[in-house]
């Protein structure tokens, strides 16, 4: 396996070694993962979840839990305070949202910080590819993951919810699929990913940044570059999916949220 030094930490909150978890041989083979404490933490939410019988109610009980239970309404405000000044608040709905609209901006940093935090995981790319901690880049990356706007209502510990809900409901539906399941992600330039390749000119390992958004739509997929790589994706590391929740703002995008590391892909054109 490569150098841990070239993935992330030595340490993390899923109870297995950052290099296993980066490298393809994972994603071939996966063990279940779980956010230490999260489900323990949370026990009537899962409690009520297993009280309902389909995806969709299951979805409705989430949103209504992290909504009572981190104080946000759909707007992610609250009312007033006593000095007439409107309060933002944080939400995991709002990262996913943003990270829509553009994956290197601070709320992308939030995501990145997440699985760097929980999954050990650093990231490659935010903005630029980083490639040392001594530069910019990295000191860049590491403000706007912890600029305390995004941080001040226990945003880690709404996504530590989100992933394990996520995964929740894979295993009470199988859904999007029972253990792997088959994505596309569109890109440019096969240079910037590509860590070595195989036998087959057409299959490839490549290097993902630490969180990374695919579709299962292959002609989406080709909107968003020249080359497409065809990837299994082992449910464990799903993070969200566009029918996990009935209320979220990436409906249209048939996108998936997916921890990253080292993939085996097939490259189309």
Known sequence: MPDISRHG???????????????HLFNEYPKSLSIAGT?????????????????????????????????F???????DDALGRRRYRNSYLRLIQDWGLDSNNAQ????????????????NY????????????????????MNSRYHNNCIFMQLDLLYEFCQWVVARFQRP????????????????WVV???????EKIVRFNSIVSFTDKCGIAG?????????????????FFSDLLPHHALHGEAEYLVIGGDYRVTVRR
């Open 126 to 145: 935010h903005k630029t590819r980083i490639t040392s901690f001594m530069s910019y880049d990295w000191l860049a990356y590491v403000e706007e993951k």
């Open 39 to 71: 489900r323990e933490a949370a026990h009537g939410l899962f409690d009520k979840l297993a009280e309902q019988t389909t995806l969709e109610q299951c979805g409705q009980v989430f949103q209504d839990y992290m909504c009572v239970v981190f104080g």
């Open 223 to 239: 909107e968003f570059g020249s080359y497409i790589l065809e990837v299994e994706v082992p449910m464990v590391k799903l993070v």
């Open 108 to 123: 992308g940093a939030v995501l990145k910080g997440w699985v760097e935090s929980r999954f050990g995981l650093f990231p």
């Open 73 to 79: 309404e759909t707007e992610q405000r609250l009312s």
């Open 196 to 202: 070595e390749g195989t036998g087959d000119h057409h």
């Open 177 to 192: 699929a029972a253990t792997h399941k088959t994505l596309y992600r569109g890109v440019n330039d096969l240079g910037d």
């Open 9 to 23: 930490h030595s340490t993390n909150l899923i109870g297995v070694a950052t290099e296993c978890i980066a490298s």
